[in-house]
Nanobody
Framework: QVQLVESGGGLVQAGGSLRLSCRAS????????MRWYCQAPGKERELVAG????????RYADSVKGRFTISRDNAKNTVYLQMNSLKPEDTAVYYC??????????WGQGTQVTVSS
């Protein structure tokens, strides 16, 4: 059974930090690109950061460049999102996504991040 389980969300003051984790099971994690998306109330889900299967290519949304860092540990089947200098506009539900060449994709249940001003 495929599972992506996010953790690490919560309430933080502006300027603070959070580290999200997404632990995967039920598929060959090391073969999948991993991405973090966010969805704020009333808005569409949007890509925050992505990392290829071996970690060779990383990309970020312009809004988080220099503040967020995505990483993965294939030995632990886990992808991380280090979020620094958080802003109120970062408030959203953050979802973990696994993608295999566009042919297979899985989603986590999401974790809420709330940044207070």
């Amino acid at each position: 059974q495929v599972q992506l389980v996010e953790s690490g969300g919560g309430l933080v003051q502006a300027g603070g930090s959070l580290r999200l984790s997404c632990r995967a099971s039920g598929f060959t994690f090391s073969s999948y690109s991993m991405r973090w998306y966010c969805q704020a109330p009333g808005k569409e889900r949007e890509l925050v950061a992505g990392i290829t299967s071996a970690g060779g290519t990383i990309r970020y949304a312009d809004s988080v460049k220099g503040r967020f860092t995505i990483s993965r540990d294939n030995a632990k089947n886990t992808v991380y999102l280090q979020m620094n200098s958080l802003k109120p506009e970062d408030t959203a539900v953050y979802y973990c996504n696994a993608d295999f060449r566009g042919a297979l994709t899985y989603w986590g249940q999401g974790t809420q991040v709330t940044v207070s001003s």
